[in-house]
Structures are given as C-alpha cells and as structure tokens.
C-alpha cells in the first residue's frame, strides 16, 4: 500500500470554479504535512503546509483530519496560473525526515 | 527563492558512461535528498542523508550511489548509465519547516 494517496484527477474545471483536492496517508505516526504545487517540467514549490486547525491562505484552504488520516486542500475562484499539478506531502519521522509524495492531481483550468 | 542548485540542468549521455549528477545548497542544511521523476509521474525517493557521511537508500532501488562529505554538497553518481536511467533527477533539503528543491537535471541516456 502507498504511504500516500491522492485523487487520480485529471481535474478540468472553468475559471472561477471551486475545485477540492483530497489525499489520505497511512502512517499515523505522520508528523508534518504539505502541499506542494509542481508546473509543467518545473520542481515542485510548497503551496502551503497543513495544519491541524485547517489554514487559509488566500484562495486556498488546507485541512488535515488525523483521525481519518485525510488531508484536503480547496482552491476557490480558480485562476487560469492555478493550472498546475499539486502534490501531497507527508512527513514522516521513521528514520529521520522522510518525505512522501502522492502521485499527483492535475489541475487544469479552462477559460 | 531557495538556495539549492543542481548541475547539469540538462545531460545526453551514451551507455557506459560514467556520470555525476551535482547538488548543493547554501542553506546549511543537514538532510538532503535525491529524487527519481518520470514525466507525468510521482517523485521516488532514492537516496538521502542526515548529514556529513550520513548517506541511505530510499524506497526506489537504484543503480546510483551518493556521498556526503560536504554539509552543502550531495553529488549522485551513476557508474555506468543505462537507457533505463533516463529520467528527471531531483535533489531537495529540509530546511526544518520546509523541503527545498533544486531545478532537477533531465537526464537521457541513448
């Protein structure tokens, strides 16, 4: 089993759509979690981390349900440069700061 | 924008070859990381090191090797490339709140 999992997308949604991305890990002893946003041939660049309490930064929402081990990340009003694939990220303290990657959502937003 | 620097950005190479793929980073960071990437495919993490001389095997077997000599410089070194390790190679560090990446070299091996 994958230590994470995200929705397989693709997701192709009109300008100004809200769109909602989720991911469950497996590891409960997972301690720090992202998402991460990679363009086309680019590296992948944080988004944003995710907190226990939810965060809001702008546009973009990001909650984490430890008990369900579900991470999810809501992007409103979607923007053209929104178009990109976004990475869940765990963090793992097996044996030090292990990091793991979901697959991958692909998010492409149509005018 | 992060401190982390990888060289080649691109690299055609023929089989046999002896390569090394180099990263560095500015930061003073302790753990780096080197991942594998395919187009359109997941990141797999094939090395990492928690400092100087501190070197691991992640969960994607690879033919490479890593050293750590260096806190800023974690080369990667292919001894003899195949076409199979055509591929976008990744280097990143954890800067404790964050994981940084470098800009990737996009190897081909023919």
């Known amino acids: 089993r994958k230590e994470v999992e995200q929705d397989p997308g693709p997701f192709n949604v009109p300008e100004g759509a809200t769109v909602a991305f989720n991911c469950t890990y497996s590891?409960?002893?997972?301690?720090?979690f992202f998402w991460y946003r990679q363009d086309c041939r680019k590296e992948p660049k944080l988004l944003m981390s995710?907190?226990?309490s939810g965060n809001e930064d702008g546009r973009f929402t990001a909650q984490l349900n430890r008990a369900s081990q579900y991470i999810s990340l809501l992007i409103r009003d979607s923007k053209l440069s929104d178009s990109a694939t976004y990475l869940c990220?765990?963090?793992?303290?097996?044996?030090?700061?292990?990091?793991?990657f979901g697959t991958g959502t692909s998010l492409t937003v149509i005018p | 924008e992060a401190d982390i620097y990888q060289t080649p950005r691109y690299l055609v190479i023929g089989t046999g070859k002896k390569i090394t793929l180099e990263c560095s980073q500015t930061?003073?960071?302790?753990?780096m990381y080197w991942y594998q990437q395919d187009p359109g495919m997941e990141l797999h993490l094939i090395h990492y090191?928690?400092?100087?001389?501190?070197?691991e095997k992640g969960d994607l077997s690879s033919e490479s090797t890593v050293s750590r000599i260096r806190t800023e410089h974690f080369p990667l070194t292919l001894e003899s490339a195949r076409p199979s390790h055509t591929s976008q190679y990744l280097c990143?560090?954890?800067?404790?709140?964050?994981?940084?990446f470098g800009q990737g070299t996009r190897l081909t091996v023919v």
């Open positions: 990220v765990v963090n793992m303290f097996k044996t030090g700061n292990q990091f793991y």
């Open positions: 590891n409960s002893a997972s301690q720090s």
């Open positions: 995710v907190y226990s």
């Open positions: 930061m003073g960071h302790d753990k």
């Open positions: 090191s928690y400092g100087v001389n501190s070197t």
């Open positions: 990143a560090s954890w800067g404790g709140a964050e994981a940084f």
